[in-house]
Structures are given as C-alpha cells and as structure tokens.
C-alpha cells in the first residue's frame, strides 16, 4: 500500500494554456474522486469515478474541465484555457467499495495534491 | 443543500492542554462523518472515521463523537503537543446513495505553542 500519488506536485502556467494532472488510486480502491481546494477553504467536490465510469460532476466542473479514468486505474484531470481563478490545490482520493480488513469501509484517503498557479 | 461549519477558524493554545474542535453540519442524514489534518500545502491525512450509527471513534490521544440529532461533531485532542499544529477539516457523507463525496467545512487552523 503505497498511498494515492499525485503528479505533478506543483504546476505554474500561463492563462490560456491547458494542463493535466494525474492521480494514482491506492491498489484495489476502485473509487476515485478529485476535489479542488482554494486557500483558506475546505476541499469541494468536482468529480468522481466507480472503476472508469464517471458517475457524478459537479456545477463547479465546467465544459473547460474534464476528466478520465481509463481501465479503471490512474485518472487525469485536464483543465482547457485555464484562467486565474483555477488557481488552486486540487486533490484526489480514492476509497474502497468493499470492506478491506484494516480499513474503514467506504473511507476516504487523499494524495498529496497538486498545487496550480495561473498567472 | 447540507452545509459544514467548523468554529473557531483559528485556536492557538500553549502545549500539554486538553481542546476541543467543533463541527456542525445543516442535515442530519448523513452516512458518516470522518475528520483530516491538513499539514500546510499538503494533502489530508485521515484521523478517524464516524459511521452514522456510532457515537465516538478513539484513535490514541484523539477522540470523535457524533450527535447525529443535533447535527454536530466534536475532536477531542487530549495533551496537544507542537506537532499536533495543523489544519483541521471535518467532513460528511451525505449518503450512501450519493456516490460518497464528501463535504467539508472551511476547517479550524491550530496552533500548540511550546
């Protein structure tokens, strides 16, 4: 178990340019979710998958965002035309949908982020 | 529409004292409720986690109760130490139908002086 991975850790980009971001699940965790953070606030959610399926986005994924999950395993995060206001720490997780000894059902546990800076 | 809230935003408080976070959220029909730290411009670590038919959760010097009636949770830190400084965030499942995102307060920044 080598946790959720992230990467790039730190990303700095000029608007208008597009990035991707990708996250790595911990093994046999077949949800995953990105959550997006600004500063001084708590994570909000933007989307997550069940395997590759994407089953829920939120009003805050805009048509610039999108996001895959391909065979079910790693997923990225691509963002179009970024603007100053993508500016922001965003977060994968990944939890597991079955009762794994050691773990607390449906729980929960975040990568190191990836921090963006728009400028 | 379920809403997190978490006072105070800020707790500075000297070493070895015994303290108390606070969570409340709008709607009680919650699947479970789990609480973070959040090291600065780090990720979140999960400290414990809070099915909705339990009532406390203890994992070494923290303990989490949930009052799932009155919408509140609370983060007992017993003897804070310096290293307990950090970001504190509490989150909730809405429900097991809803894919198992979650929603978070704002979080309480703590600060333990030596």
């Known amino acids: 178990d080598t946790g959720v991975s992230q990467d790039p850790r730190h990303k700095i980009t000029k608007r208008g340019q597009n990035v991707t971001f990708r996250c790595d699940p911990i093994?046999?965790?077949?949800?995953l979710y990105w959550y997006r953070q600004t500063l001084g606030q708590g994570p909000e959610f933007l989307t997550y998958f069940q395997n590759e399926a994407q089953l829920e986005k939120s009003r805050l994924l805009s048509d610039r965002f999108s996001a895959e999950r391909p065979k079910g395993s790693f997923s990225t995060l691509e963002i179009q035309r970024t603007e100053q206001g993508d500016s922001a720490m965003y977060l994968c997780?990944?939890?597991?949908?079955?009762?794994?000894?050691?773990?607390?059902?449906?729980?929960?546990?975040f990568g190191p982020g990836t921090r963006l800076t728009v400028t | 529409k379920q809403e997190v809230t978490q006072i105070p935003a800020a707790l500075s408080v000297p070493e070895g004292e015994n303290l108390v976070l606070n969570c409340s959220f709008t709607d009680s029909a919650i699947y479970n409720l789990q609480w973070f730290r959040q090291d600065p411009g780090k990720g979140l670590t999960s400290l414990l986690l809070?099915?909705?038919?339990?009532r406390e959760q203890t994992s070494g010097r923290l303990n989490a109760s949930l009052d799932k009636s009155s919408g509140r949770s609370t983060l007992y830190i017993a003897a804070s130490q310096p290293g307990d400084s950090a970001t504190y965030l509490c989150a909730v499942r809405p429900g097991l139908e809803q894919g198992g995102k979650l929603i978070f307060g704002q979080g309480t920044e703590l600060s333990v002086k030596p």
């Open positions: 093994s046999e965790h077949n949800r």
């Open positions: 809070i099915q909705s038919s339990q």
């Open positions: 997780a990944s939890s597991p949908f079955r009762l794994i000894p050691g773990r607390s059902l449906y729980e929960q546990y």
